[in-house]
């Protein structure tokens, strides 16, 4: 097994080397029939609904769907539309995404953390606060992973679903808005060239609200629920603490490797990641990777799902550009709705595209050009903007120095109204099924809504509609 695995990442390597060209792919935008944002539709209507018909025909048939639906769109691109470099495009950037996901994943299934004792409300604030920073350098699904098991064992004596809810808030969604690698939709806009640090300093303060009201509702609610404990339970809890002890910390070095892979250029950034993936798994204990409970299956889904994800959203993706000022959504604060809707319903990576290529389209521009991403973000001299050169002169927004609150909008949004559903972000369910798994009763899809997203985040993330993005 072992010299499989060696082998085909020398493989890897050498034909990564070999096509290196290949990511330097130049292509242009030609308009696309409506009819084929469809496969897009279907599929991410079969993600979010399917699961709850049929999940046993849809666990079986998950690939076959997502590879049919994209293979109409890629069929369409290079056959009819003569356009193969915007879809081979598209393939380089899905590599360079699932390269990283797939990464954290791995790594971070080579860490496991055993708490003892039982927890107290102020324990649980503090471990959510840190999955929450953690989210950061892991991402949503890696921190998730990590901490999930240990979060349950640790409130085994009074574990409810409440406590799960909120780790799905926090830890699996909204602690993850600082850095691309936190959450997906981030890690694409990096892609498309948002400078790694440019999020947090335009979000922190958003994500200290959002992070911090959130942590304070949950310690009062779990406070409330701690109290009804008998007296003699809730001394001992007090008294005996915790102890945390960490397994696979070497996997912390593979950690800090694919961090800095993010900086370097394709092929050698994926070169990389899948290497410390693969030396990762290679060096990490059985007993460790079996008291996590570790399988690939959770990222085959993933891969196999994005694969046909990222190509059914092409046509989405051209479409908007050329035609964003139809859509009528010109604001960042329509923007910031627009996208958390989508995003709780559908999957947030997908979304954040496809009003990224509006708020560019919106003013004439087309987020794949480096110079067009610079104007947005505010980082053009005013004559390199007055000289500016766009894509149409029709309907188009001016690009100001404040037109990067768009971007900004877009960035919250999709990360924060994931946790909106179970289906807004990858590890939601995936925390869902750990839970259920450990006997933990979980709300139902509708119940997870009306008893806890909307009473709780929907008045927090209209507080910051209100505060940053209602007017411009």
């Known amino acids: 097994m072992k010299k499989i695995i060696f082998g085909s990442l020398i493989t890897l390597i050498l034909l990564f080397f070999q096509v290196s060209d290949a990511f330097a792919i130049e292509y242009e935008i030609l308009p696309v029939n409506p009819v084929m944002i469809t496969p897009f539709i279907l599929l991410l209507l079969a993600i979010a609904v399917m699961p709850f018909i049929n999940r046993h025909w849809w666990e079986h048939n998950y690939p076959f769907v997502s590879f049919a639906l994209g293979a109409v769109t890629v069929i369409y691109y290079f056959f009819i539309l003569k356009n193969a470099p915007r879809m081979l495009h598209t393939a380089i950037e899905y590599f360079s995404f699932i390269s990283l996901i797939g990464s954290l994943f791995v790594v971070a299934g080579g860490i496991h953390i055993r708490v003892k004792g039982r927890s107290t409300p102020l324990a649980n604030v503090i471990l959510l606060g840190i999955g929450s920073v953690i989210s950061n350098l892991l991402g949503t699904t890696g921190a998730s992973m990590v901490l999930i098991r240990p979060y349950i064992r640790l409130n085994k004596y009074r574990i409810s679903g409440y406590h799960i809810v909120f780790f799905i808030f926090i830890v699996s969604n909204i602690g993850g808005m600082l850095t691309p690698i936190g959450d997906p939709p981030l890690f694409l806009g990096y892609l498309k060239g948002i400078p790694f640090f440019w999020v947090i300093t335009k979000v922190w303060h958003i994500w200290l609200i959002s992070v911090g009201t959130i942590l304070l509702i949950f310690f009062l609610i779990d406070r409330h629920h701690y109290k009804k404990l008998p007296y003699v339970m809730e001394k001992e809890i007090e008294t005996k603490g915790e102890e945390a002890v960490v397994e696979g910390l070497h996997n912390v070095i593979f950690l800090a490797i694919i961090l800095g892979a993010v900086f370097l250029k394709e092929p050698i950034r994926e070169t990389i990641m899948i290497g410390s993936a693969i030396a990762s798994y290679l060096t990490t204990k059985k007993e460790i990777h079996e008291r996590n409970d570790f399988n690939f299956i959770p990222i085959k889904e993933v891969a196999i799902l994005f ?21 009528g959504i010109t604001h960042p604060g329509q923007f910031f709705w627009g996208t958390g809707i989508l995003s709780g319903f559908l999957d947030n990576a997908p979304t954040y595209l496809n009003f990224l290529s509006a708020a560019f389209g919106l003013h004439g521009l087309s987020v794949d050009n480096p110079l067009h991403m610079k104007a947005m973000l505010g980082m053009l001299s005013p004559n390199d903007l007055s000289h ?39 590890p939601n369910f995936m925390v869902k099924s750990i839970a259920e798994q450990a006997h933990v009763k979980m709300p139902s899809f509708f119940g997870y809504m009306i008893k806890y997203s909307i009473p709780i985040l929907l008045p927090i993330y209209t507080l910051i509609w209100f505060i940053f993005f209602r007017t411009f």
């Open 307 to 327: 694969a046909g994800i990222f190509a059914t959203m092409v046509p989405a993706l051209d479409w908007l550009e050329l035609n964003a000022e139809k859509l």
């Open 388 to 426: 500016l050169h766009i894509l149409h002169n029709s309907n188009v927004f001016p690009v100001t120095p404040e037109s990067w609150k768009y971007i900004q909008a877009i960035s919250v949004s999709a990360v924060i109204f994931g946790a909106m559903t179970y289906i807004g972000n990858g």
